[in-house]
């Protein structure tokens, strides 16, 4: 059975980065994704990429900021995060799986256990 390792989150002041890393032991996937929630809010897409070269995709709110690459050689996606905002302190999780549509958790079967990012003012 596969497996996702997300890891890489941290506390740090608002404007500086972090870049989670999530690694998978997964092979029938074509898409790997980042998700985020935050307290009393609803599970959100953050950024997503598709394996085999299909393009990356990203939520409004971190366009421009946020960056998802991937390493293939270690089967593993990057989320450089720049810029970091109070607003974006969550839970970050990790998944993968074949998907259409990249930022649909419901299409995601694989999900790491999570990396808490908080960023303060």
């Known amino acids: 059975q596969g497996r996702l390792a997300d890891s890489g989150g941290g506390s740090v002041q608002a404007g500086e980065s972090l870049k989670p890393p999530c690694s998978a032991s997964i092979y029938d996937i074509n898409c790997m994704g980042w998700f985020r929630q935050a307290p009393g809010k609803e599970r959100e897409a953050v950024a997503a990429i598709y394996t085999s070269g299909g393009g990356a995709y990203y939520v409004d709110s971190v366009k421009c900021r946020f960056t998802i690459s991937q390493d293939p050689d270690r089967n593993t996606v990057y989320l450089q995060m720049n810029n970091l905002r109070s607003e974006d302190t969550a839970m970050y999780y990790c998944?993968?799986?074949?998907?259409?549509?990249?930022?649909?958790?419901?299409?995601?079967?694989?999900w790491g256990q999570g990396t808490q990012v908080t960023v303060t003012a």
């Open positions: 998944a993968a799986g074949q998907v259409t549509r990249a930022l649909k958790a419901d299409e995601y079967a694989y």
